[in-house]
């Protein structure tokens, strides 16, 4: 009678321990799960990080003019004079804001000119235009430029 009883017994424990299993499963593949998603391109090429850019230009640094905290994110903020346009409508002097997902990137130097990909900000005034390619950013030379240039020919990514 004892290993009937016992038998019912780890065949109730059992059933009991495959339910709570499967509840939890169950809970964990329909519940909300808090992710970030950054950006839905590879933002250090610049193949896939055109087709996300309002603007692509030349840009001389002609000042740094701060760190500051813009969405949740570090951003070095320059004064940028706008040379040629590879995409957009962006002209004059623009303030735009770099800033790394992971780290602090380099501060660009006052003088040089540099290739910037860009979407404006929600208050582009007040905030600029965001760079949005996350690679190493230089001086421009030919070969870079050749290189933006095609893609910046490419089409853009719908807005979502």
Known sequence: MFKKKAAVLVGVVTAGVLAAGSWAGHQERTSPRETEVLRDYDA???ASTAPHTQDVFVGRVVAFEERREIEGWTQDVYRVEVGSVLRGDVAGTVRVTYGLDEGT???LADGLSYLF???AWTDPVGDGHAQLYQGALK???DALL?????A???PLVPAR
């Open 146 to 150: 050749a290189t933006w240039k095609a």
């Open 152 to 154: 910046a020919a490419l």
């Open 44 to 46: 250090t090429s610049v």
């Open 117 to 119: 990909a860009t979407n």
């Open 139 to 141: 001086p421009v030379d």
């Open 105 to 107: 990137a380099p501060r």
